[in-house]
């Protein structure tokens, strides 16, 4: 199994500012992902990090919105850009080690985001 | 959207056997079938995975229809700290989370 650290755990943000998060994993994966999670919500997936190229984003969510940086194959960054409280929310990252589709995949225990 | 189908809650009590049960009638030929669950919006943790044959582990077993159009998360022996949102998601390259079945362990 990965261990996936994720900064900050929580943050109270003022609207309007940027938070960026970051997913440190303790082995090289080949696909890293951002979820969020709304207040009593399931996980919606926002992207999938690429490595060495742009992120691939879910219906719904744009890059000037939530820019994500992946410099490597253990790190990988989540910026929530111009916030609002609708933007409170559990943020979390996943990892898993392979495009195969009988590869599990890992997650963090999140960033717990109040905006204010 | 999820690929899955499963009820919002269920009840089980301390000891018995916890049967989830989920639907997935449009899984393809090479989708795996992945059970996670989530304690108290912690991140999600991995229970199970399977195709077509039946699985278990030191968790849990994971019984597949024939057809694989459903599938049942057998938690054999439950204890209050299996109360959690149990996640049945039909592996695409990516994980898509429907609602998930809430399960109260009771004593």
């Known amino acids: 199994s990965a261990v996936i650290s994720q900064k900050p755990s929580r943050d109270i943000c003022q609207r309007g500012t940027s938070l960026t998060i970051q997913c440190q994993v303790d082995s090289q994966v080949t696909m890293m992902f951002w979820y969020r999670q709304q207040p009593g919500q399931s996980l919606t997936l926002i992207a999938t990090a690429n490595q060495g190229s742009e992120a691939t984003y879910e219906s719904g969510f744009v890059i000037d919105k939530f820019p994500i940086s992946r410099p490597n194959l253990t790190f990988s960054t989540l910026t929530v850009s111009n916030m609002s409280p609708e933007d409170s929310s559990i943020y979390l990252c996943?990892?898993?080690?392979?495009?195969?589709?009988?590869?599990?995949?890992?997650f963090g225990q999140g960033t717990r985001l109040t905006v204010v | 959207d999820a690929k899955t189908t499963q009820p919002p809650s269920m009840d089980c009590a301390e000891g018995r056997a916890a049967n989830l049960p989920c639907n997935h009638s449009t899984i393809s030929g090479n989708e795996y079938v992945y059970w996670y669950r989530q304690i108290h919006s912690q991140g999600p943790q991995y229970i199970i995975h399977?195709?077509?044959n039946n699985e278990t582990n030191e968790m849990a077993s994971l019984i597949i229809t024939e057809d694989r159009k459903s599938s049942t998360l057998i938690l054999p022996h439950a204890t209050l700290r299996d109360t959690a949102v149990y996640y049945c998601i039909v592996n695409t390259g990516k994980l898509i989370f429907g609602q998930g079945t809430t399960l109260q362990v009771k004593p």
């Open positions: 399977g195709l077509k």
């Open positions: 996943s990892v898993s080690a392979g495009w195969a589709m009988n590869t599990e995949a890992f």
